[in-house]
């Protein structure tokens, strides 16, 4: 699997005075090459600058992106910032089969306790498929890539997607619409389909008596 590009906006409101020096999480397999703020100024960063052993790294789990920001920020300012990084999150494990590792770290974060609205684009090779958290808003194409849009409702705690040669099943409901993804190359995938549909839809008729 080549790596894997991307580019972070963040946007967020400072919560107290004279806040100068931000701290995020990201992957240890990402590595940040820019930061900038909503000006386009390239702001100043360490990522785990003190780390100097693959051991260390390994043990700590996460980097830790520090941003410094050009002045010290006020209280209830909005801001944004903007990170591009790159790495190896993502791993081939069969035909058509991929792992997708750091699901809570592929992007910049400040954990889970920190919720958000997401909104999420993805380019990759066909004829793979990107299956993510929220609802898809639309889906292209564009020469040998498929694209997709997705979007987030409500404020969540993570966003995390999958990715792989899917085939995908739908069972219509009275007011819950299932779809189910899996993997072409699992046994038996059908029936499995159709008992998880079947379960789900047991599970919504029981909630509405």
């Known amino acids: 699997m080549t ?59 996460h980097d830790v992106v520090i941003v410094m920001m050009p002045e010290p920020m006020r209280r209830g300012t909005v801001k944004t910032l903007k990170f591009t990084y790159s790495g190896e999150v993502i791993s081939r494990v069969g035909t058509g089969m991929f792992y997708v590792g750091s699901r809570g770290s592929w992007y910049p974060n400040l954990g889970t306790s920190d919720r958000a609205r997401y909104t999420v684009s993805f380019k ?32 969540v705690p993570v966003a995390g997607f999958n990715y792989g040669d899917y085939n995908r ?12 993804y899996a993997n072409k190359g699992i046994d038996n995938m ?10 789900v839809r047991a599970r919504c008729n029981g909630s509405r008596q």
């Open 169 to 180: 099943t739908v069972a219509p409901g009275s007011s819950v619409q299932v779809e189910v």
């Open 124 to 155: 990759h090779p066909k004829p793979f498929t990107i299956v993510a958290t929220g609802n898809l808003v639309r889906s292209w194409e564009e020469a040998d890539r498929r694209c997709s849009l997705w979007t987030t409702e409500e404020e």
């Open 190 to 199: 059908y029936q499995e389909v159709i008992s998880r549909m079947e379960y």
């Open 3 to 61: 790596g894997f590009p991307a580019t972070t906006e963040a946007e967020f409101v400072c919560e107290q005075d004279d806040e100068w020096m931000l701290t995020f999480d990201l992957s240890r397999f990402l590595k940040v090459s820019k930061v900038e703020d909503e000006l386009g100024r390239s702001l100043r960063f360490f990522q785990n600058s003190e780390m100097t052993k693959d051991e260390e790294i390994s043990r700590l789990g």
